[in-house]
Each structure stands twice: as structure tokens, then as C-alpha cells.
């Protein structure tokens, strides 16, 4: 009997393809550059969200976080509000221990629905939540697993990992070239310089872990499945859709099956979206890809990249929002429904150095027309870009008339999907979610919803939501887990963020 191959996803955080393998030589990464050549590598992979929790949702799913409501960010966390995947649907580690795999996650889960973890990673307990990332010494899933087969999870620090001077300094911030819709200032040349820091380190985990693989006798049968969540954390790419909020690096690499995967070549431009990384996994696993999956097998006989792939951005942490991007071969087209909602709404990176230079320099009147548009008071409600001519996504071609005909195709690519996939940004989210909300980020929200609350439940506002309203009752399919990290998560986000 043919051994079934293991399958490992590499899951990076936050992290662009700023890399030897994808052409860029500012930083030597010489692990990853050999992993692509050995394997098959993608250069346009658009994935589902452009922010962590909806697109590990989605992946871990199969399904567009939209439609099944795990859509807002960091959400259905607490005790009184949450949202329970429909009876019998399992997400994609349990398709693989139903078949006679073990499974494992090392880091963060950061999924916007309720579940037993244990049910979904039976090899290792872990954290639920989304703490930490790939330490290699909590669990030593190589040596413990070389005899099962195994679907595993390791998360990558990325864009998040912390840099130190010394490394940013020798990259040289002065010799970086920002795009032109980011000042050329010093904290701007200093958070990018920091970036290609992190892909350092990021070459250098993926050689620890191919090393782990290997000295275990795993490398050969072990399909690796390495890409990023979304975009670094500068203001235009992580939380935004444009390509370098939601475009992302991936390769793929199964020494014992490299051949079959490079039919289609060992370097691939068709589009793929990151639905097709669970359906693929599945389908080299030899497990039957579910029919409600968005996903597709990218090795296929029959796939030939997508027509176009649709991401999805709505309630950033406390700002909330709606937006939905189509992105085809030479076109990206980004749908606002809250024009009236300003990019620079507050958020989380507010108080970081090259925000704070941003609005300095806007106050003094040094941007760009095309650097200040981040300060307009609203957003316009279509945008279209041609991708193969203006790559940095400057010229909105949604108002000339010459681009009419893309502008009406992408719009009604974006209504059928809307309404095939039942789009649950369309809704407003319950009262219950808008207190999370609140509770976990306090006097930061000051989005319409968070102050209407506050107008509506002063009596009751002081107190956390669990005091407030009724604790969710686990329906009978999916008992509630007997595990204190329930409560040590919702503990550690009110402590963190109040």
C-alpha cells in the first residue's frame, strides 16, 4: 500500500514576496530561492482577506469567510458571542484525521468561530487562540510524528518578527526605494528596511524546518505548502486589497512528487487564491475535496488558473468598514460600501513611528496628492486598476469612460458573487458583537456603531459582556470543551487591550 505523503503548511504572518526566489536580491535568502527551484512556484496568489483571523478562517474552512460570517476580525471570541459552524461541516484538519491523520498546529489558531480544538489537532493540545508562533520546542512534531501520517500547521513570525537596530542599519534604510504612494522618509525607508530584515529570518526557520523534516526521514514525503497570510504591516498593504495587502508569496515543494506537481511548469502565473491551498492539500492527500469548498486542486488535469479571485475586507479590530476587491488577469477592482467611511479611520498601527510621520508630514503639507489621498474625507465608491501598467495602483480608471466595459464586467462579477455566496458583510453585525467589540478595545472604537451603543446601553456599558448577556449555549453537536484556555483567552484579550 502506497504510503499517503504528509502535508505541512508553513504559514507565514504579515509578510510580502520580497525574496531571492521571487527575484528581489536585497537580502540574501538562499533557503527559500532553493525550496522554489526545487519545487513549483506562484506569482499570483491572492488570498481570501487582508488581515489574519478572516483568512486563517477561510483556509481552515474551505469556504470564503463571508459566507459563513467569520468575516469581522477578531470576532466571536467571547463567551456570549460566537457563531458554531453548522452541524456535521468539518474544517480541514478534521478531514484529515477522519482518513487516519494526525494533526497539529504550532501558533496561532485565530479563527472567528467556536470549536474544539482537540477535534481538530488530535496530536498536540496547544493554545487555543492566537498567541506565539513557531518556537520548534513545545512540541517536537517531527520526531513524535515520523512514523504517522500528518497534517501540520507552523506559523512563522514574518512581518511580525522583531528586528533589531543593528540588522536594520546594515540593510541601510537610506538605500530604500518606497512606493510612490509612501513618503520618502526616514521611518518609511525604516519600516521597509525592517521587512527585508524579517525575510532573513524567515529563510532561516524554513531551513530549520526542512532540516527537522530531513534528519526525522520525512523530507521526501512531506508535500510543503509555504506562503503568507497577507501583506506587511505599512498602511496600504495589511488590512487593505490592494495587491500588497492580499497578494502573496507561495510555493509548493513534495521532493517525492515534485515532477507531477511541475507538469504545468515549475513557475506558474495563473491565478490562484489561497481557497485552492486546503483543496490542494486535500487532493494530494488523496482526500475528496468537499462540494461546498471554494477551493480547487491547482495541480488538476483541469485547472488552468482562475478568471478571477474575490477578496474581502470589513471590521478591522475596532474600525469598522466594507469593502470587496475582484482581481482578474490584468485588472484589480475594489468596491467601497462606505465611501463615507475615511481610510485614515483610527486603527491599531496609530501609534506606530511611520503612522505618526504620515500625519506629520501631511500636516505640513509634504505629501504627495497621491501620499495624501490617505486623508480624504471619503473613498471613492468604485476604484479599477489596470495591474500590468500601473502596479502600484495609482490611476483609478473607474471614472473613464474608455475602461467602461472592465468597469461593468468586474462590478458584476462581484454582484453574482455577492449574492451566490450569500455575502454576510451585507449584514449588520448583532449587539452582542458590537460589545465585543467593546470590550475587547474600549475607548478605541469610535466607529458609529461602538458610539450608538454606548448612547443606547449607558446603564450597563461598565460592565463586561458576560455580566450583560447570557452565556452561548453550545448546541448539541459540538459540546463545550472542558479546557481552561477558554477562559484564559478572554482573560488575556480584556487585560491586553483595555
Excluded at 203 to 232: C, R
Excluded at 293 to 298: A, H, L, P, Q, T
Amino acid at each position: 500500500m502506497k504510503t499517503p505523503p504528509n502535508i505541512l503548511w508553513i504559514y507565514i504572518e504579515d509578510q510580502n514576496a520580497w525574496n531571492n526566489a521571487y527575484g528581489d536580491n536585497t537580502v540574501n535568502t538562499p533557503t527559500i530561492k532553493q525550496f522554489a527551484e526545487n519545487g513549483v512556484r506562484f506569482n499570483n496568489t491572492i488570498q481570501p482577506g487582508p488581515v489574519c483571523s478572516a483568512t486563517r478562517s477561510a483556509l481552515i474552512t474551505g469556504q470564503y469567510q463571508t459566507t459563513l460570517g467569520l468575516h469581522q476580525h477578531r470576532s466571536n471570541r467571547s463567551r456570549y458571542n460566537g457563531i458554531f459552524l453548522p452541524e456535521g461541516y468539518k474544517t480541514v484538519p478534521e478531514l484529515f484525521v477522519e482518513v487516519g491523520y494526525q494533526t497539529f498546529n504550532i501558533g496561532k489558531d485565530d479563527y472567528n468561530f467556536k470549536y474544539d480544538r482537540s477535534k481538530l489537532y488530535n496530536a498536540q493540545q496547544g493554545i487555543k487562540g492566537w498567541q506565539g508562533a513557531y518556537d520548534g520546542e513545545k512540541f517536537d512534531w517531527a520526531k513524535t510524528l515520523k512514523d504517522k501520517p500528518f497534517f501540520g500547521q507552523i506559523q512563522l513570525k514574518g512581518g511580525k518578527h522583531k528586528v533589531t537596530k543593528e540588522a536594520i542599519d546594515r540593510i541601510n534604510p537610506d538605500n530604500m526605494t518606497v512606493p510612490p504612494y509612501y513618503p520618502d522618509a526616514p521611518e518609511h525607508r525604516k519600516e521597509w528596511a525592517k521587512h527585508y530584515a524579517t525575510q532573513e529570518q524567515s529563510d532561516k526557520e524554513l531551513a530549520d524546518i526542512l532540516a527537522q523534516l530531513d534528519e526525522n526521514g520525512l523530507l521526501e514525503n512531506t508535500a510543503v505548502f509555504w506562503f503568507s497570510d497577507h501583506g506587511m504591516i505599512l498602511l496600504r498593504h495589511k488590512q487593505d486589497l490592494y495587491e500588497g495587502g492580499v497578494k502573496v508569496p507561495f510555493i509548493v515543494n513534495w521532493p517525492a512528487g515534485n515532477h507531477l506537481l511541475r507538469k504545468k511548469g515549475k513557475v506558474r502565473d495563473d491565478l490562484i487564491s489561497g481557497l485552492d491551498i486546503p483543496a490542494t492539500s486535500l487532493s494530494l492527500a488523496g482526500i475528496p475535496i468537499p462540494a461546498h469548498f471554494d477551493g480547487r486542486n491547482i495541480f488538476a488535469d483541469d485547472f488552468n488558473g482562475r478568471e478571477y479571485v474575490i477578496s474581502a475586507k470589513d471590521r478591522m479590530d475596532f474600525s469598522f468598514d466594507r469593502s470587496r476587491a475582484v482581481r482578474t488577469e490584468q485588472y484589480r477592482y475594489i468596491r467601497n460600501f462606505h465611501p463615507e467611511i475615511p481610510r485614515n479611520q483610527p486603527q491599531y498601527r496609530d501609534s506606530k513611528a511611520f503612522s505618526l510621520e504620515l500625519v506629520r508630514l501631511f500636516k505640513q503639507g509634504k505629501l504627495s496628492p497621491v501620499q495624501a489621498r490617505y486623508f480624504n474625507a471619503t473613498k471613492p465608491v468604485e476604484e479599477l486598476y489596470d495591474i500590468q501598467k500601473d502596479p502600484h495602483q495609482i490611476n483609478n480608471l473607474a471614472t473613464n469612460s474608455d475602461f467602461n466595459s472592465e468597469l461593468l464586467r468586474h462590478r458584476k462579477l462581484l454582484q453574482d458573487w455577492i449574492v451566490t455566496t450569500d455575502d454576510k458583510g451585507a449584514y449588520p453585525e448583532s449587539e452582542t458583537a458590537i460589545k465585543e467589540t467593546l470590550d475587547l478595545w474600549g475607548k478605541s472604537c469610535v466607529s458609529q456603531q461602538c458610539i450608538e451603543y454606548r448612547k443606547n446601553h449607558q446603564d450597563t456599558l461598565q460592565l463586561p459582556g458576560e455580566q450583560v448577556y447570557q452565556p452561548l449555549q453550545w448546541p448539541e453537536y459540538l459540546p463545550r470543551p472542558e479546557h481552561p484556555d477558554l477562559t484564559k483567552i478572554e482573560k488575556l484579550y480584556r487585560k491586553s487591550f483595555q
